[in-house]
Nanobody, 126 residues
Framework: QVQLVESGGGLVQAGGSLRLSCAASGRTFYGMGWFRQAPGKEREFVAAIRWSAGSTYYADSVKGRFTISKDNDKTTVYLQMNSLKPEDTAVYYC?????????????????????WGQGTQVTVSS
């Protein structure tokens, strides 16, 4: 079965760091991404990576603070989060896209993904 399992969430103080992991099993993906959803808000794009090429994409709100990376042998994608802010508090979801694409916009939209993990909570205290 296809599974995406997130881990690494927790409670940190503002300015701290966390590294999220997403272990994929059952298949490989053309692209993988991270989304987050805070209470009362829509799910929003955070970062994405094309598996083969390694091209990365970031939301403006996290650019320069977050880094997405991958481990080919472990079929795992990571999200290194530095300089965390209270507004980063949310449930973070890992997602996988099965098919290729002709425009990077499809990796920045929730509708562009086929599989989702259960999420991991990130809480940043002020």
């Amino acid at each position: 079965q296809v599974q995406l399992v997130e881990s690494g969430g927790g409670l940190v103080q503002a300015g701290g760091s966390l590294r999220l992991s997403c272990a994929a099993s059952g298949r490989t993906f053309y692209g993988m991404g991270w989304f987050r959803q805070a209470p009362g808000k829509e799910r929003e794009f955070v970062a994405a990576i094309r598996w083969s090429a390694g091209s990365t994409y970031y939301a403006d709100s996290v650019k320069g603070r977050f880094t997405i990376s991958k481990d080919n042998d472990k079929t795992t994608v990571y999200l290194q989060m530095n300089s965390l802010k209270p507004e980063d508090t949310a449930v973070y979801y890992c997602a996988g896209r099965e098919k290729g694409f002709s425009a990077s916009i499809y990796l920045q939209l929730a509708a562009g993904y086929d599989y989702w993990g259960q999420g991991t909570q990130v809480t940043v205290s002020s």
